[in-house]
Structure formats: C-alpha cells, structure tokens
Nanobody, 124 residues
C-alpha cells in the first residue's frame, strides 16, 4: 500500500500563489506517475496535472496551463504543485494521486492511491 498526505492548502486572495505538497510513504517503489486532481462543491473531481516518475514529462489541464507547475523530488517521495495567479475558479479540494502506470495519465481510473485532500480557497 501507498499512503499520500497533502499539505499547503489555505485561504488566499485572487492573484496570489500557493504551493501544495504531497508526500508518499509505504511501497512507493511500485508507483509511477503522480497527479493532482481537484474537486469543487457540486462538481466532479477533475484532472489538474501529472508528472511521470522521472519528472521528464508533465501534462496539465487547459484551465491551469501557464499558471500551475507540477514537480517531484523522488529522494523525498514528494510531489509539488506550484499554483500562481490563482482565481476563484481554482478554489477546490486538491487531491494527490499515485498511479502504478508511468505514463502521463489524466483519468481518475488510472490512479490507484489517493490522499485525503487539502482545501484551497480563493477570495475575489
């Protein structure tokens, strides 16, 4: 099993930045790509970004391209999501997810482990 713990969420104003972290523990050697998803009230959980195990390939949702950056530090078993120019539409619970597939997958079904989520609130 793999455990994922997110941190870094909070309340910010529109235009501000936040950096989310997700630290994995357990049998992390069997994981590949790491992703971030988010879920706003009344909406489905949606893909935000993904990074392959090597860190060499990333992919983003169109809504965050150019504003968010995903990165990882395998020595620390940690993946980050740097979020800049936040707007109220970015407000959601952000979830970290790990896949056993090392491909830039965006579908929820391709992820096998999930964190509990961290709340991001953006005031206008």
């Amino acid at each position: 099993q793999v455990q994922l713990v997110e941190s870094g969420g909070g309340l910010v104003q529109a235009g501000d930045s936040l950096r989310l972290s997700c630290t994995a523990s357990g049998r992390t050697a069997g994981t590949g790509a790491m992703g971030w998803f988010r879920q706003a009230p009344g909406k489905e959980r949606e893909f935000v970004a993904v990074i392959m195990r090597s860190g060499g390939l990333t992919s983003y949702a169109d809504s965050v391209k150019g504003r968010f950056t995903i990165s990882r530090d395998n020595a620390k078993n940690t993946v980050y999501l740097q979020m800049n120019s936040l707007n109220p539409e970015d407000a959601a619970v952000y979830y970290c997810a790990a896949s056993i597939i090392d491909l830039p997958v965006a579908r929820r079904e391709n992820y096998h482990y999930w964190g509990q989520g961290t709340q991001v609130t953006v005031s206008s």
